[in-house]
């Protein structure tokens, strides 16, 4: 235990449309496993993992939704306080991206921070895995174009954006360390 290093408490919300993989990207993420059975909700509102940036402790408190996203009705608690938003669809879904601009402006509408172009967003496309690539529909360019087109962090950069897959353990390390970046500037 060190507990007498700085504590810093970060809490990241996974926004996106139902069944794009946000559950399964946080249990990889998390646990480092990846489960094949559709399950709507995980059960609790938000799991821990600790990470040490900079000589401190930081808890990083990643919030994910129980299957309410398919009504667009979370709730105020769930938005509350959030430090990072990442924003997931599915590669294989085109409407799921489409709803990315959606997301992020309901995210804006239910949050106040003050300057939504320095607030720190992630973009990213899952399941990059599915038919080995072959029932992909979304234009990565486009992908890239609309990111670039949004200011986002500290510095105000464009939207950084990753393509994972939870299941086959593709980048969501890589996801998840550059919102770890983003995040120690904010410590
Ligand atoms: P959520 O509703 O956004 O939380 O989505 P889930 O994490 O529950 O995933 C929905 C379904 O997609 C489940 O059946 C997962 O097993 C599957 N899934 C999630 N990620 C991937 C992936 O990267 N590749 C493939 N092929 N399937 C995935
Ligand atoms: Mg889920």
Redesign the pocket.
Known sequence: MSSHLPRTLLKVIIL?D????????INRYVHQK???????TIGADFVTRELHIDGKIVSLQIW?TAGQERFQSLGPAFFRGADCCVL?YDVNVQKSFEALKTWREEFIKQTDIPDPAKFPFVVIG??I??DGGASRVVNEKKVKEWCESIKSGPSSGSMPYYE?????DINVDDAFSTLQKLLSLMT
């Open positions: 996106g139902i069944a794009v993989g946000k559950t399964s990207l990846f489960n094949q059975q559709y399950k709507a994910d997931v899952n399941k895995d599915l994972t897959s939870a299941k086959e």
